[in-house]
Nanobody
Framework: VQLQASGGGLVQAGGSLRLSCAVS????????MGWFRQAPGKEREFVAS????????SYDASVKGRFTVSRDNAKNTLYLQMNSLKPEDTAVYYC???????????????WGQGTLVTVSS
């Protein structure tokens, strides 16, 4: 199974970006999916997760109300819409697969390579 994250870039504070994660080689609709991020010198932390159908979601408190996770099972793609970006959102963003909605990165078993998001002040 391969996960390809894309959509990162440089944006000013208050701006928006949409990340994508294309999944191939597996049955996308059978996976719960999640987004994590890792800032320089910090551990990888949970951002958001979504159920297999997309009807259930979970967010870290730091992004709730600003970020929206979604998926298109017909396109085998996971999304993260990020609005009202802050400098502290700067990190490499990773997508991963899991067997449940979970904030525990140890429960994710496939990972993408990450995409860098830089938010300038």
């Amino acid at each position: 199974v391969q996960l390809q994250a894309s959509g990162g870039g440089l944006v000013q504070a208050g701006g928006s970006l949409r990340l994508s994660c294309a999944v191939s080689g597996g049955t996308f609709s059978s996976y719960y999916m999640g987004w994590f991020r890792q800032a320089p010198g910090k551990e990888r932390e949970f951002v958001a997760s979504i159920s297999r159908s997309g009807s259930g979601t979970s967010y870290d408190a730091s992004v709730k109300g600003r970020f929206t996770v979604s998926r298109d099972n017909a396109k085998n793609t996971l999304y993260l819409q990020m609005n009202s970006l802050k400098p502290e959102d700067t990190a490499v963003y990773y997508c991963g697969t899991a067997h449940a909605i979970t904030i525990d990165r140890e429960e994710y078993f496939y990972w993408g390579q990450g995409t860098l998001v830089t938010v300038s002040s």
